[in-house]
């Protein structure tokens, strides 16, 4: 099938058998991504108290567990970098083959983290190294989900990319699920004298092994028909990353993504980095309690996830994202009033209440950014975007929201957090073009 061809039958859903099953193998390799990325990032947020043990040893608790967020938070701030790196890549040389270099790329940094030495082995060079692996493993991730997002999307039908692209978060949500059942089964077979010895190794070295079936997956996909027709017809930005940036016109795209994406990013790392630190330092849970509702939280956002997704390309984007972002601004203060009881019952309920428009918004997120960009800019644009809200909105968060915490000795500040970020999020929505079921633009 021509180029040509293959991408009228996307844009009028006349897919053939053979091509059907060739989308659901790049969906597979989109999504496998996302499960290794968000696998390592909620695995350094369930185990962060003990790593603050391993690489931050003090007298103080607080300040320990507040050093070893700041290193999360390292990782966050070096993905816009990544986001300018790989999206020029991405939109220069295919997603194909930066999709393959940054799945590789993040889970030997998190294997080489399972393997460095402790504070009491080497002293402080422990903790740079750390930092230096956080900072890489951040560059890796900048150019992961953009990719992917344009990857999926440009293989998709038109009368089902949400639903396709939403699979990257479903995968962010399985990853996430996994990072925090694994490390979560180690905490409770294990002793803290255990965990802290080697325990907290396990869990960061299976990254490699998950990386490895990743790359094997996505060596044998093809690359996208709107990046061979972009090619072809010599279309691509001779830079990117300057096309993204220049022009009124771009600017209030970059805009409408940013602050679109600004409450997706701090209600989802909220649920997988802040509030497994949240049930131990602040509610002084332990064991099951302390790890199961993050667990039944997350699973439910995977289930509204999917469900919004596939809603979307129904209704349209942009109702399920401005019902989702009420809900955000409607349940947030009432479900953390239930999660600050210190109830195992009520938190779960709490959590799941709010696991609701999170996973909802979460779902329809990357289906609308990779439907606001052209071909030429897809991944440079979804890159810089993305990777600079998860920064500023998401990594800080869990940093953020223990030092309010602990400065307030509020319970509540993540609720009022999440009511800001839906007042931010709103009007940007509201600005966003209505694309679901149309042709991408090449």
Same mark, same amino acid.
Request: charged share 10%; net charge positive.
């Given at each position: 099938?021509?180029?040509?061809?293959?991408?009228?039958?996307?844009?009028?859903?006349?897919?053939?058998?053979?091509?059907?099953?060739?989308?659901?193998?790049?969906?597979?390799?989109?999504?496998?991504?996302?499960?290794?990325?968000?696998?390592?990032?909620?695995?350094?947020?369930?185990?962060?108290?003990?790593?603050?043990?391993?690489?931050?040893?003090?007298?103080?608790?607080?300040?320990?567990?507040?050093?070893?967020?700041? %290193?999360?938070?390292?990782?966050?701030?070096?993905?816009?970098?990544?986001?300018?790196?790989?999206?020029? $890549?991405?939109?220069? !040389?295919?997603?194909?083959?930066?999709?393959?270099?940054?799945?590789?790329?993040?889970?030997?940094?998190?294997?080489?983290?399972?393997?460095?030495?402790?504070?009491?082995? !080497?002293?402080?060079?422990?903790?740079?190294?750390?930092?230096?692996?956080?900072?890489?493993?951040?560059?890796?991730?900048?150019?992961?989900?953009?990719?992917?997002?344009?990857?999926?999307?440009?293989?998709?039908?038109?009368?089902?990319?949400?639903?396709?692209?939403?699979?990257?978060?479903?995968?962010?949500? %399985?990853?996430?699920?996994?990072?925090?059942?694994?490390?979560?089964?180690?905490?409770?077979?294990?002793?803290?004298?255990?965990?802290?010895?080697?325990?907290?190794?396990?869990?960061?070295?299976?990254?490699?092994?998950?990386?490895?079936?990743?790359?094997?997956?996505?060596?044998?996909?093809?690359?996208?028909?709107?990046?061979?027709?972009?090619?072809?017809?010599?279309?691509?930005?001779?830079?990117?990353?300057?096309?993204?940036?220049?022009?009124?016109?771009?600017?209030?795209?970059?805009?409408?993504?940013?602050?679109?994406?600004?409450?997706?990013?701090?209600?989802?790392?909220? $649920?997988?980095?802040?509030?497994?630190?949240?049930?131990?330092?602040?509610?002084?849970?332990?064991?099951?309690?302390?790890?199961?509702?993050?667990?039944?939280?997350?699973?439910?956002?995977?289930?509204?996830?999917?469900?919004?997704?596939?809603?979307?390309?129904?209704?349209?984007?942009?109702?399920?994202?401005?019902?989702?972002?009420?809900?955000?601004?409607?349940?947030?203060?009432?479900?953390?009033?239930?999660?600050?009881?210190?109830?195992?019952?009520?938190?779960?309920?709490?959590?799941?209440?709010?696991?609701?428009?999170?996973?909802?918004?979460?779902?329809?997120?990357?289906?609308?950014?990779?439907?606001?960009?052209?071909?030429?800019?897809?991944?440079?644009?979804?890159?810089?975007?993305?990777?600079?809200?998860?920064?500023?909105?998401?990594?800080?968060?869990?940093?953020?929201?223990?030092?309010?915490?602990?400065?307030?000795?509020?319970?509540?500040?993540?609720?009022?957090?999440? !009511?800001?970020?839906?007042?931010?999020?709103?009007?940007?929505?509201?600005?966003?073009?209505?694309?679901?079921?149309?042709?991408?633009?090449?």
């Amino acid at each position: 099938m021509s180029i040509e061809a293959e991408i009228h039958s996307l844009e009028n859903n006349t897919l053939d058998p053979k091509t059907r099953r060739a989308v659901r193998r790049t969906v597979l390799g989109g999504a496998v991504g996302s499960v290794v990325e968000f696998y390592e990032f909620s695995t350094y947020g369930v185990l962060a108290a003990t790593l603050a043990v391993v690489f931050f040893p003090s007298s103080d608790p607080t300040t320990g567990l507040l050093s070893t967020l700041a %290193v999360f938070a390292v990782a966050f701030f070096a993905r816009p970098i990544g986001g300018f790196v790989w999206g020029a $890549l991405g939109d220069r !040389i295919g997603r194909k083959r930066t999709l393959a270099l940054t799945i590789i790329l993040m889970s030997v940094f998190t294997a080489v983290m399972g393997l460095t030495p402790t504070y009491a082995a !080497i002293g402080v060079v422990a903790p740079i190294c750390l930092i230096v692996l956080r900072f890489l493993q951040g560059v890796s991730a900048g150019g992961e989900v953009s990719g992917a997002v344009s990857f999926v999307a440009e293989h998709s039908p038109a009368n089902r990319r949400g639903l396709n692209v939403g699979m990257i978060t479903v995968g962010a949500g %399985v990853g996430t699920l996994l990072g925090t059942i694994v490390p979560s089964i180690m905490l409770l077979l294990l002793t803290p004298e255990q965990m802290v010895e080697w325990g907290w190794r396990i869990p960061l070295l299976i990254a490699l092994p998950l990386g490895a079936i990743g790359l094997y997956i996505r060596r044998r996909l093809d690359e996208t028909p709107y990046f061979k027709a972009m090619a072809s017809e010599k279309k691509r930005a001779a830079n990117p990353v300057k096309t993204a940036l220049t022009g009124r016109a771009q600017w209030k795209l970059l805009a409408i993504a940013f602050f679109l994406t600004s409450l997706n990013a701090a209600s989802f790392y909220m $649920l997988a980095g802040y509030l497994p630190s949240f049930a131990t330092s602040s509610l002084k849970l332990t064991g099951f309690q302390a790890l199961a509702p993050a667990v039944i939280a997350v699973a439910g956002a995977i289930v509204f996830e999917v469900i919004a997704a596939w809603l979307s390309d129904h209704v349209g984007r942009k109702r399920v994202l401005i019902v989702a972002a009420l809900g955000h601004l409607i349940l947030a203060l009432p479900c953390f009033l239930l999660v600050s009881t210190g109830e195992f019952g009520l938190i779960v309920l709490g959590l799941l209440l709010l696991s609701a428009p999170i996973g909802a918004y979460a779902g329809v997120t990357n289906p609308s950014l990779s439907e606001l960009f052209p071909t030429n800019v897809r991944v440079s644009g979804h890159g810089i975007t993305y990777n600079l809200a998860v920064a500023v909105f998401g990594g800080s968060a869990p940093y953020l929201l223990v030092w309010l915490g602990a400065v307030t000795g509020s319970t509540l500040v993540g609720a009022f957090y999440l !009511i800001a970020l839906s007042l931010v999020a709103i009007p940007a929505v509201l600005a966003m073009r209505e694309r679901s079921k149309q042709p991408l633009q090449l």
